[in-house]
């Protein structure tokens, strides 16, 4: 079922577009679990065969993961946490997911939320915890954007690299996803490191104003 998934998702990318790319992220960064790997790479690859620009697919990912995690906030601050939590197993929202990111959105605060566009797992998941905690939709928006930018930026660089170099992936959805991911652990752990080390100058500074205080 996955890789029929991904056949037709990839299908998207290349007939569709930017308004397929736009789509797809809109969809990753909502409650349908459609892999990134499988969007931007491909679609950075046909940029750089003249099918499109690489700063377009870039503009219409941050876009695209923008618009749905809009909606995902909205809906979420809308219902609250109490109707997500009895229900959203039916749309594919676990519990304990629903859980680590409003512990990671509750610990890391605003940029939590551009952390979160840069990790795996918590990524689709964040808005909802902002929705239902009635963060700023401006502060929400100005961080998911340049969050998601960043993210979109590795991918489409990610994936004229790779493909370059292995065009035969281009026809293997699935293991382009898997070569991304495997070559992209060294992001997770750059992003893992600028998250502690935003959390520690969050507590120097909370030390600082209470002892001016």
Same mark, same amino acid.
């Given at each position: 079922?996955?890789?029929?998934?991904?056949?037709?998702?990839?299908?998207w990318v290349?007939?569709?577009?930017?308004?397929? +790319? /736009?789509?797809?992220?809109?969809?990753?960064?909502? &409650?349908? @679990?459609?892999?990134? *790997?499988?969007?931007?790479?491909?679609? #950075?690859?046909?940029?750089?065969?003249?099918?499109?620009?690489?700063?377009?697919?870039?503009?219409?990912?941050?876009?695209?993961?923008?618009?749905?995690?809009?909606?995902?906030?909205?809906?979420?601050?809308?219902?609250?946490?109490? +109707? /997500?939590?009895?229900?959203?197993?039916?749309?594919? &929202?676990? @519990?304990?997911?629903? *859980?680590?990111?409003?512990?990671f959105v #509750?610990?890391?605060?605003?940029?939590g939320v551009?952390?979160?566009?840069?990790?795996?797992?918590?990524?689709?998941?964040?808005?909802?915890?902002?929705?239902?905690?009635?963060?700023?939709?401006?502060?929400?928006?100005?961080?998911? +954007?340049?969050?998601?930018?960043?993210?979109?930026?590795?991918?489409?660089?990610?994936?004229?690299?790779?493909?370059?170099?292995?065009?035969?992936?281009?026809?293997?959805?699935?293991?382009?996803?898997?070569?991304?991911?495997?070559?992209?652990?060294?992001?997770?752990?750059?992003?893992?490191?600028?998250?502690?080390?935003?959390?520690?100058?969050?507590?120097?500074?909370?030390?600082?104003?209470?002892?001016?205080?």
């Open positions: 079922m996955l890789h029929g998934l991904l056949q037709v998702w990839f299908g290349r007939d569709g577009g930017y308004l397929g +790319v /736009i789509a797809l992220m809109a969809m990753e960064s909502s &409650i349908f @679990p459609v892999p990134s *790997e499988i969007v931007i790479p491909p679609a #950075a690859f046909w940029a750089s065969q003249g099918r499109m620009s690489l700063s377009g697919v870039i503009l219409a990912g941050t876009f695209g993961s923008w618009l749905g995690s809009a909606i995902t906030y909205w809906v979420s601050r809308w219902i609250g946490r109490a +109707v /997500i939590l009895r229900w959203g197993r039916f749309v594919l &929202i676990k @519990p304990d997911g629903l *859980e680590r990111a409003e512990r #509750a610990r890391y605060e605003v940029g551009f952390f979160a566009r840069l990790l795996p797992v918590v990524r689709h998941l964040i808005s909802i915890p902002a929705g239902i905690a009635r963060m700023s939709f401006g502060v929400f928006s100005l961080v998911t +954007v340049l969050g998601a930018f960043t993210w979109c930026s590795v991918l489409a660089w990610f994936g004229v690299k790779i493909t370059a170099a292995h065009p035969d992936l281009m026809d293997d959805p699935e293991a382009l996803v898997r070569m991304i991911q495997h070559e992209g652990h060294w992001i997770v752990g750059a992003v893992l490191g600028l998250c502690l080390l935003y959390l520690l100058v969050m507590r120097l500074t909370s030390r600082g104003s209470q002892s001016a205080a």
